[in-house]
């Protein structure tokens, strides 16, 4: 099992952690590999997300493959089940791991004709005036590609306001400048003109009875809803960006699953080490 994770690391450019060279010579009876260039030993787990674990190999892999793979997804509950893991906190940590890992970290941004657009996640929250009101849900952002009739690539981002600073640096981060970008009659989007992106503002007005505003857009959110309400019933805020990339990852490879499964195991692989305490710092 350990051979599959350096032939994956290989395979995508990424060397053992704490050694000279790409070459891991042979393995000792310890399960450890031994460097070819400076002889060093090492774990095939050492500065990956698997890192300083004490659950088998296989148990990540199989963790990955259900992550990846199961339709509708799986919560550290049913994780915790299918694995036979003892803790939850475990089965969490190791949910959230595996998230954290399935971003890439060189990925192109969007591009040729984009529909972007913001909305609160949670639900109807009374005493709100206007969709644009921060209240206790999360405001995210959501940015997806047309392709003729169907979406393309999809970003997902949580934003601190609606204000044209925070929508241009959410368009910033996930579409080529030069892309035609589609959004409603917002006016905090009038910057993205100025900015080196052919801006296509459609107001509510101009739509025609039984026509929809963004279509990409609004069905990736709604499907986004729809997937966190019945897999996950609840997401505190500050663990919120980690389940939205879980979704992206899944969006946009829900053709290929089994190919989703190989991607993550790579990323998982070129992602350094996170401990459960830090993630619990961090969300603190």
């Known amino acids: 099992m350990s051979g599959v994770c350096v032939r994956v690391a290989l395979a995508g450019g990424v060397s053992l952690s ?9 393995e000792t009876r310890r399960h450890l ?11 095939v787990t050492a500065g990956t997300v698997m890192h300083g674990t004490r659950l088998p190999l296989r148990t990540w892999f199989w963790a990955a493959y259900l992550v990846s793979t199961f339709n509708p997804g799986i919560s550290a509950k049913q994780l915790q089940r299918q694995l036979g893991i003892g803790c939850h906190e475990t089965a969490w940590a190791m949910l959230h791991k ?4 399935m ?22 929250e009374e005493g709100l005036k206007g969709s644009r009101q921060r209240g206790k ?3 995210c952002g959501v940015a997806i590609e047309v392709r003729g009739r169907g ?3 999809l970003r997902l981002q949580v934003l601190p306001d609606a204000s044209s600073s925070s929508l241009l640096a959410l368009t910033k981060a996930t579409t080529t400048r030069g892309a035609t970008v589609h959004t409603d009659g917002y006016q905090a989007y009038n910057v993205l003109a100025e900015h080196g992106y052919d801006h296509r503002r459609r107001p509510k007005q101009g739509v025609a009875p039984g026509e929809e505003l963004l279509p990409r857009a609004h069905r990736a959110i709604s499907n986004l809803k729809a997937w966190m309400h019945g897999t996950h019933r609840g997401v505190s805020p500050e663990h919120l960006p980690v389940y939205l990339d879980e979704f992206v990852f899944r969006h946009n490879r829900r053709g290929t699953p089994m190919a ?23 969300a603190a």
């Open 98 to 101: 595996l998230r954290g890992a």
């Open 18 to 26: 704490g050694v000279g060279g790409r070459d891991p010579g042979g």
């Open 103 to 124: 971003v890439a970290p060189e990925r192109e941004l969007l591009k040729g004709d984009v529909e972007i657009d913001e909305f609160y996640l949670g639900g109807y």
């Open 137 to 139: 849900k999360a405001l």
């Open 260 to 282: 989703g499964f190989q991607t993550l195991l790579g990323l998982g692989l070129a992602h350094e080490p996170i401990t459960y305490r830090q993630i619990i710092d961090r």
């Open 151 to 153: 979406s393309g690539r």
């Open 33 to 43: 590999w031994i460097c070819t260039a400076c002889g060093r030993q090492t774990s």
